[in-house]
């Protein structure tokens, strides 16, 4: 049994090695990559704080002036004061900045023309869209059933809990890398389960997040959003659905605002509401397009349990739960999944060498037989 663990172990690490040393280090860089972007291009993701603000419908106005090739998909309204509007727009990885303040553009971009950007979708969709970001869930996978299978292999027998937690320092290389490689899976481990098994989850929701909700609980956390009217006219007014929100919500933060992708869609209205563990919240409102009707409130804090777990996996991953101090703990458990992963690989290479020279020693060795005719 110990023989074909350690097989599995091994081979799933080898076959896995490059996109978990990939994942560790993008994730621990990305842990902060708001904070990180606005330092690099403050001309576009910082503005001087003043008072007031423009309305929802100029903001959207000058996001469809600044790109009208696209339609608008999303706002990404400020966290702080001094931070800008983000406009993402649909089919398309342009962005645009906008000062919130009177709508004017700051500035476009592709997302794949800032470090921080290709660092994002490489983490996330390995620069391959979704079947990338499905890659990703299956390694994510793999990762957990790693790390259940060192901690069956590392535990020590008859007690002796020091040896196992010990690295010796004066000892070769290669035994330095073996202590080195089970006591930071142990140490992190646990955290990495729930890191993996979190961004799994996010990566494969049809496949493997629904299904298990499903199961678990009795009912999924999917819910399809309301439908406009079937008439065609200009758009309501946002502002007006702003307003409704803030309304229905009060002490509510909006943190996104969702446009249709149909004739029939409703626009939405994204809400971080006190209480909520998920950093851009899981509350929806939803309005009709036309008219500016109220179609549907989904409060997360009074959902069935499978979207308030739902609602735990984005925190979970980022390690957004517990502040900076676990977003800074993020950083180190991400590094720690890059250094078992190269350790582990350096040892496999470094076994494989070895009985190669053995072999070729053993073969130096042999004795020379001479046939006589």
Same mark, same amino acid.
């Given at each position: 049994?110990? +023989? ?41 993701? +910082? ?85 990338? +970001? ?240």
């Amino acid at each position: 049994m110990r +023989r074909f663990i350690s097989w599995l172990h091994r081979y799933v690490g080898l076959a896995a090695v490059v996109v978990l040393v990939m994942s560790g280090i993008t994730g621990a860089v990305i842990t902060f990559d708001g904070e990180l972007d606005r330092a690099a291009h403050p001309e576009l993701r +910082r503005v001087e704080p003043r008072p007031g603000g423009a309305g929802v419908d100029t903001l959207a106005a000058g996001a469809r002036d600044a790109w009208p090739r696209d339609p608008v998909r999303m706002l990404v309204l400020p966290e702080s004061p001094g931070d800008a509007v983000e406009v993402w727009y649909r089919g398309s990885s342009m962005r645009a900045y906008l000062d919130p303040h009177d709508g004017h553009v700051l500035g476009l971009r592709d997302t794949h023309d800032s470090l921080m950007g290709i660092l994002v979708d490489l983490h996330t969709n390995l620069l391959s869209g979704e079947t990338g +970001r499905a890659v990703i869930g299956w390694f994510g996978l793999a990762a957990v059933l790693l790390i259940v299978l060192g901690v069956w292999l590392w535990w020590p027998r008859r007690g002796r809990w020091r040896q196992a937690l010990t690295v010796k320092w004066d000892a070769g290389a290669a035994r330095v890398w073996l202590d080195v490689h089970k006591v930071a899976g142990i140490v992190t481990g646990v955290f990495l389960v729930v890191i993996a098994g979190s961004g799994a989850a996010l990566a494969l929701p049809g496949v493997l997040t629904e299904p298990l909700l499903v199961a678990l609980t009795g009912a999924g956390a999917k819910q399809a959003a309301p439908a406009s009217s079937s008439r065609a006219g200009p758009p309501a007014s946002l502002d007006a659905m702003v307003r409704r929100a803030e309304a229905a919500f009060p002490g509510g933060r909006i943190t996104r605002l969702m446009m249709p992708a149909t004739p029939n869609g409703a626009v939405t209205v994204r809400m971080r509401l006190p209480g909520e563990i998920h950093q851009i919240g899981r509350t929806f409102v939803h309005f009709d397009r036309y008219d500016g009707r109220l179609l549907r409130t989904d409060n997360v804090l009074e959902s069935n349990l499978a979207t308030r777990i739902n609602a735990w996996f984005y925190p979970l991953h980022t390690g957004a739960y517990g502040g900076t101090a676990t977003r800074v703990l993020n950083v180190l458990f991400g590094l720690s999944l890059a250094l078992m992963s190269l350790s582990g690989g350096w040892m496999w290479i470094r076994n494989r060498l070895a009985s190669k020279r053995a072999e070729a020693r053993k073969r130096g060795r042999a004795p020379v037989t001479t046939a006589v005719n």
